[in-house]
């Protein structure tokens, strides 16, 4: 018979090795990339040969990076803007209120979540293809922020639910029997008490929306985002620009939740005072 206090302490073992292996699996890899972008040879290879920063210098005087970099900001902002504006109104619509057709609704909502991100650019592609033809456009920026929109409006959607799921209704009442007016009720209550979701969705879409390839590489035409340079240049072979690329990419997006997580917490905490 195991006594139970050693079953306690296998199990927390377990757990806690369980833990460290999946954070090996995840973090080992970056941080391999991160060493490579400082290497001094062309060739990635481990141990590295020397310590040089040549390969961020490289990727700088590529003639199609910052264009590519830029097309990826503006795809990602826009994109992030009117998927977090587009979800929060569905969570608000999807929670608090009961009308025809809403299954429907949440049906189509979760509908871009189910396709594959690959088959998801392809429909998208034929269907603006069509649509070109007749009013006379080609795919471009424009085509891949609202394929963009279309993919991660569903992520805001359903991070902002959420959100109002733990909404307590009884706040906008009170402030309306105090006499406040619908402005204010949402200005002062619910745009507060829902601002740590709608700042989650907006950080989330955004990473999303940075990081995605296959939606924009099938409707990007002859524009180039970030991936699609990634893609380009590898397509060609390896070379120790791509990891230097990899480590200027992860630092800001750690820097980014961070922050969001930050901005969430005092949200969070102000919530809680002002509904004590």
Known sequence: MIPE????????VFLVGTVALLIL????????LVVFSFTSSRVLTFPIEGFSLEWYGELFRKPDFLPAVTNSAIVAVISTVFATVLGSAGAVAWIRYRFRF??????????PLLFPQLLLGVVMLLWFSVLGNWLGFSTGLATVIIGHIVYITPFALVIVAVQVHGFDE?????????????WEVFREITFP???????????????LSWGNFYVSYSLAGTARTLPIFVYSGIAVGSSPIYPALATLNFIPALVLVFLADF???RALKRQKLATA
């Open 25 to 32: 699996f995840f973090y080992v890899p970056i941080l391999t």
């Open 263 to 265: 901005l969430r917490r």
């Open 5 to 12: 206090r050693l079953k306690d302490r296998f199990v927390d």
């Open 170 to 182: 009884t706040l906008e009442d009170a402030a309306r029997d105090a006499g406040a007016s619908g």
């Open 102 to 111: 809403q299954n429907i609704f949440r049906a189509i909502s979760f509908l």
């Open 193 to 207: 008490l829902l601002w740590p979701g709608i700042l989650s969705a907006a950080t989330f879409a955004f990473l």
